[in-house]
């Protein structure tokens, strides 16, 4: 008579590879990896179309700011032709959204999900580095770029592109805003004015936001049905919001500007 505990052994040693691969895929889809990912390859393609003599790439850095927030912006390029702020956005599906819409939708197949509209989240990067550079708002290009299998199914502003596209746009720009001194100057204070790159940074910049949102949120009470409003994390896009927590049977959520 074969021992149970030899054949669950036996059992584990055979299903093995399959819990791996498992997990590899669920972990290939977090919002965490697909954000990576899309990370990787906007600085895949800076350096494969984009000359770095013209165009200096600063990646992933984190700012304090006057007023004691933080934020964190994962592409910036410095060029004799002004400062390219890049948003990242991976995604799958049909996008639809507007300039001024403070929310866009992402429909992958019958499922539709909502999230802040970049060119606001952009907005919020020149401006925090308008303030660390002390340079003019008219030094800063805002380029978002997506980067998943996607397609715009509404007329979007010519700096939101998709896939490499936005190095032509980049490239587009000719005139030239910043002389030799400006940009060694901006280079400077943005490795000076950097927080270090760390888990903890990543965990105060976390914990900067909630405390933001909760002084702007009313994140106490659902105005629909009553039940107490949670912080969660969209699963397609990785965004943040505040959802009922009576869901599925209440659908209220605020989104996080």
């Not at 972990?27 to 000359?51: C, H, Q, R, W, Y």
């Not at 592409?75 to 049909?94: A, P």
């Not at 008219?138 to 770029?145: G, K, N, P, R, T």
Request: some cysteine.
């Amino acid at each position: 008579m074969l021992d149970t505990s030899t054949l669950l052994s036996t059992m584990f040693f055979n299903a093995w590879p399959f819990f791996l691969i498992a997990f590899i895929v669920l972990f290939l889809k977090s919002p965490f990896m697909k954000g990576k990912i899309g990370e990787g390859l906007v600085n895949f393609t800076n350096s494969a179309t984009l000359d770095e003599a013209i165009y200096t790439p600063v990646k992933n850095i984190t700012l304090s700011l006057s007023d004691g927030s933080t934020t964190q912006i994962d592409h910036i390029l410095v060029s004799k032709y002004g400062i390219f702020v890049i948003e990242t956005k991976n995604m799958k599906g049909w996008i639809f959204g507007g300039e001024h819409q403070k929310q866009w939708m992402q429909q992958n197949f019958k499922q539709k999900h909502q999230f802040q509209n970049p060119l606001h989240q952009n907005y919020r990067h020149t401006k925090a580095l308008e303030e660390v550079l002390g340079l003019s708002a008219s030094a800063f290009i805002s380029v978002v770029a997506f980067v998943g299998d996607c397609e715009f199914k509404t007329p979007m502003p010519s700096n939101v592109l998709r896939g490499i596209s936005y190095s032509s746009y980049i490239r587009s720009f000719t005139q030239e805003k910043l002389d030799p001194l400006q940009i060694r100057q901006a280079l400077n204070k943005l490795q000076s004015k950097r927080l270090e790159q760390s888990f903890q940074t990543d965990r105060g910049h976390v914990a900067n936001l909630k405390e933001r949102f909760n002084q702007s949120v009313d994140t106490n009470n659902c105005p629909k049905c009553g039940g107490s409003m949670v912080l969660r994390q969209n699963r397609n896009n990785g965004n943040s919001f505040y959802g009922c927590s009576n869901y599925p049977k209440c659908r209220h959520t605020v989104p996080i500007a």
